[in-house]
């Protein structure tokens, strides 16, 4: 029902920086719980960040905190996942999801996902 669609993903060095972007098709966007997720080869799928119908309620994974950020436009159905002092270690195909409860960082809670971006860090 809600179709979402990802992009911003690329190559970059270790330091850079990526914004990515997901646009969703729900008209009530602006009550759905969004959140970043991330799998790479041989691991399961990780939380990375949430953000709420509520702008000021966000949560990040320990790993990436303080480097990324999430944020929402209701305006333009977009969430964002500005990412900073990218690591080798960040890369992997990340997902965009839609939830109609609160926020969670369980993948299981979430309804809607994206097809995935792929982001690569080089050292």
């Known amino acids: 029902q809600v179709q979402l669609v990802e992009s911003g993903g690329g190559l970059v060095q270790a330091g850079g920086s990526l914004r990515l972007s997901c646009v969703a098709s729900a008209r009530t966007f602006s009550t759905y719980t969004m959140g970043w997720f991330r799998q790479s080869p041989g691991k399961e799928r990780e939380f990375v960040a949430g953000i709420s119908w509520r702008v000021s309620v966000t949560d990040y994974a320990d790993s990436v905190k303080g480097r990324f950020s999430i944020s929402r436009d209701n305006a333009k159905n977009t969430v964002y996942l500005q990412m900073n002092s990218l690591k080798p270690e960040d890369t992997a195909v990340y997902y965009c999801?839609?939830?109609?409860?609160?926020?969670?960082?369980?993948?299981?809670?979430?309804?809607?996902w994206g097809q995935g971006t792929q982001v690569t860090v080089s050292s």
């Open positions: 999801a839609a939830a109609r409860g609160g926020l969670s960082i369980r993948a299981e809670t979430y309804d809607y």
